[in-house]
Each structure stands twice: as C-alpha cells, then as structure tokens.
T-cell receptor, first 115, second 111 residues
Framework: DTAVSQTPKYLVTQMGNDKSIKCEQN?????MYWYKQDSKKFLKIMFS???????INETVPNRFSPKSPDKAHLNLHINSLELGDSAVYFC??????????????FGPGTRLTVL | DAKTTQPTSMDCAEGRAANLPCNHS???????VYWYRQIHSQGPQYIIH???NNETNEMASLIITEDRKSSTLILPHATLRDTAVYYC????????????FGDGTTLTVKP
C-alpha cells in the first residue's frame, strides 16, 4: 500500500481554469503538508495542517486553498490558474508536530502544467 | 530555522563511501539536523536525523560535530541508485514543516 498518494500524477490545463489535487495518507499521521517545487528544483512549503487545522500558511496567493476533510486527506484547490503555477506539487505527512517527530513522508508528486 | 550550506555537487565511485557535508553554523540548541534525498522525479525521502549524538540506521550514518555547527551524512557503500539530490535541513521539531529545503547536493555515483 502506498503511504502517501496523490492524484492526479499529471495535470495539464489552460490558464484561468480551476483545478484540484488530492492527497491521502494511510500512515495515521496527524500532520500533512503541501510543497511546491518549481523548475529550478527549489522545494518550498506552502501549507501545513495538524488534525484538520491549518498551522502553517506561507506566502501563497489566495487562489490556493487547502482543504482537509479529515486528518488522512489534504486537498489543494487552485483557482484561476496562471502560467507561474506550473510546477510539481508534493504532499507530505508526519506523525505530529512535536520534538523529533517531524520526519516527513512524501507523495510521488503532481506535475501541473498550465498552458 | 537555521540556514544550511551544502556543496552544489559531488561524485562518488560505486561501492565507496559517500560523505556529504553540511554547514549549519547558526544552529540553535533545540534544532535537529535532518537529511532527505530526492531521486529524480520522485518525492523527497527521509534518510536520518539527529540532535547531538551521531546516528546510524539502515540507510546511512549521521556525524554531528561537537559544536553542532556542521554535520556529515555518510552512505557507507554507495550504489548507482543513491544518485540523487541530498538535502540537509535544520529545524525545531515543534516547528513542523516550517522549513526550506535549500538547493541540496547533487550526488552522482559513478560505476
């Protein structure tokens, strides 16, 4: 069984569209994250949720809205897609936000291409 | 979180030990050192972490200097499949996820 899964793996869409990426973890972890990796391979955190509550919200356009229906799922919805949103988006999870327990397990990534 | 400095790239012969250095001179007392790697097109993979003492697991060893200002990740017998970008990160455990992976070191294992 895949520990952290994301769908879709590839997403190609036009500018201005709205799209969602789904993430699920079956590790029983409390904390989940979204990262963005741009063309320069720089991996930057976007959001973090702990038990369905937002705990980290980096400087991300409000077109990006994470939603956590339960602690095993963290979905990312993106409105009005722009060319600069093209990147690989990684979901991750960790046991809990505590000392020495921040080992993160990453999903396979979703490659988003905005045309 | 403390900033880290790593060499941009390194080569290693297959079967030899790969030693990847990381400088974190501004690390504070409650910050852990974590290592991850990213094999091409895959999600980052956790390798090892430590606070003060040296650590070893089935993947690697982590050597942290006494002043904690630098560390070395050791892959004892590198294989071609160890070719990846290796990220050294320091952060407080309670500040989960609030960290930047940086540029990392691209390790190329050669036959």
């Amino acid at each position: 069984d895949t520990a952290v899964s994301q769908t879709p793996k590839y997403l190609v869409t036009q500018m201005g569209n709205d799209k969602s990426i789904k993430c699920e973890q079956n590790l029983g972890h409390d904390t989940m994250y979204w990262y963005k990796q741009d063309s320069k391979k720089f991996l930057k955190i976007m959001f973090s949720y702990n038990n369905k509550e937002l705990i980290i919200n980096e400087t991300v356009p409000n077109r990006f809205s994470p939603k956590s229906p339960d602690k095993a799922h963290l979905n990312l919805h993106i409105n009005s897609l722009e060319l600069g949103d093209s990147a690989v988006y990684f979901c991750a999870s960790s046991q809990r936000a505590g000392p020495s327990t921040d080992t993160q397990y990453f999903g396979p990534g979703t490659r988003l291409t905005v045309l | 979180d403390a900033k880290t400095t790593q060499p941009t790239s390194m080569d290693c012969a297959e079967g030899r030990a790969a030693n990847l250095p990381c400088n974190h001179s501004t690390i504070s007392g409650n910050e852990y050192v974590y290592w991850y790697r990213q094999i091409h097109s895959q999600g980052p993979q956790y390798i090892i972490h430590g606070l003060k003492n040296n650590e070893t697991n089935e993947m690697a060893s982590l050597i942290i200097t006494e002043d904690r200002k630098s560390s070395t990740l050791i892959l004892p017998h590198a294989t071609l499949r160890d070719t990846a970008v290796y990220y050294c990160i320091v952060r407080v455990g309670t500040n989960a996820g609030k960290s930047t992976f940086g540029d990392g070191t691209t390790l190329t294992v050669k036959p």
